[in-house]
């Protein structure tokens, strides 16, 4: 059975820096390319960043770039996105995604919530 549990989610002060968890079981991590998407109130998710099954490339949002940095622990079948200068529009559940050609996942997502 395939399962994406987030952790890290919380309520965040404006300004600050917080790091969000996905450990992935059930699948053959390497080989999976790993995102983070984002659903704030009354929007479509939309994607955040993303990064290779090999972690030698990153792609993010422009909105994101700069401020946020994702990674993967392939060790720990893990990916993090450490996000900083966080601001009220960072508001949304967070959710971790790992795509491959044998399946595309989600996990059940993490809410932060950025208080000003």
């Known amino acids: 059975q395939v399962r994406l549990v987030e952790s890290g989610g919380g309520l965040v002060q404006a300004g600050g820096s917080h790091r969000l968890s996905c450990v992935a079981s059930g699948i053959i991590f390497s080989i999976y390319r790993m995102g983070w998407y984002r659903q704030a109130p009354g929007k479509q998710r939309e994607l955040v960043a993303v990064?290779?099954?090999?972690?030698?490339?990153?792609n993010y949002a422009d909105y994101v770039k700069g401020q946020f940095t994702i990674s993967r622990g392939d060790a720990k079948n893990t990916v993090y996105l450490q996000m900083n200068s966080l601001n009220p529009e960072d508001t949304a559940v967070y959710y971790c995604n790992a795509e491959s050609p044998r399946g595309n996942y989600w996990g059940k997502g993490t809410l932060v919530t950025v208080s000003s």
């Open positions: 990064i290779t099954s090999s972690g030698d490339s990153t």
